[in-house]
Structures are given as structure tokens and as C-alpha cells.
């Protein structure tokens, strides 16, 4: 059973964590890497599926790849990889 800090902590993280919410960051100058939220359904285990591109933004005309695969993290990593809920 929950206490009610951990279920206040939960309905904020569903609140953040919406899918199709993209978040950026900025590991480099000119180098952008962007996190899709793709999976909610395992939020009270703590993992989230997310879906990760990384591109390079110097210069004209830069195309913009398309997300990869459905990675499955768990929340304690989202700073590490950039990730700020």
C-alpha cells in the first residue's frame, strides 16, 4: 500500500510523464538529443519506455532522424541520461 507521499510523487510523475511528450537536452553546443515518452503502463514499477534521437544542429539545412526504438528506463536514470521530468 501507497503512503500518501508516494501517491502524491505518482500522480505527479503521471501528470509529467505523458506519452508523446518530447523532452530535449543539450549534451553539446551543437549536438541535440531528444526523449519521446512512448510507454507509461509500467510507471508504478518505475520504468518508463522512452524513445531516444541524437543529432548534430551546426549548419544549414539539418534533417531531423526519426526516433529509435522503445527503450524501457528506470525513473532513477532519467537524470544521468538527461532526461528531466
Known sequence: MFSIIE???LRYLRW???E???FS???ANDTRRDFQIADVSRLDEGVVGVRERTFGTLGAGVSVPPF???QFVP???F???GIAP
Do not use: D, Q, S, T
Open 7 to 9: 501517491n502524491v510523487a
Open 16 to 18: 509529467r510523464l505523458r
Open 20 to 22: 508523446g511528450k518530447v
Open 25 to 27: 537536452f543539450w549534451p
Open 68 to 70: 529509435g526504438a522503445i
Open 75 to 77: 525513473l532513477r536514470e
Open 79 to 81: 537524470h544521468r541520461r
